[in-house]
Nanobody
């Protein structure tokens, strides 16, 4: 059984940085595609950043390109989302996802102007 436990997030001001973490339990981690999804109030769910199963291909939404960085530590079975130069429109609940099936519990990120 795979479980994902998120940490990080909170309330920051525009221009600040945050790092989200997502630690996975279970045997496998690196063989999954994985990423971060966010849902803002009144908006559709959005894939923010992710990496393919092979690890060769990374994806970033145009809205975060150049500001957010996805990374992972296979030994720690943890993925990260480094968020720099945060904007109020980044305010959302952020979820990590593993293999398209397993979800973290979600963490609120609020960016004040």
């Amino acid at each position: 059984q795979v479980q994902l436990v998120q940490s990080g997030g909170g309330l920051v001001q525009a221009g600040d940085s945050l790092r989200l973490s997502c630690a996975a339990s279970g045997r496998t981690f690196s063989s999954y595609a994985m990423g971060w999804v966010r849902r803002a109030p009144g908006k559709e769910r959005e894939l923010v950043a992710g990496i393919s199963r092979s690890g060769d291909n990374a994806y970033y939404a145009s809205s975060v390109q150049g500001r957010f960085t996805f990374s992972r530590d296979n030994a720690k079975k943890t993925m990260y989302l480094q968020m720099d130069n945060l904007k109020p429109e980044d305010t959302a609940v952020y979820y990590c996802n593993l293999g398209g099936v397993h979800w973290g519990q979600g963490t609120q990120v609020t960016v004040s102007s």
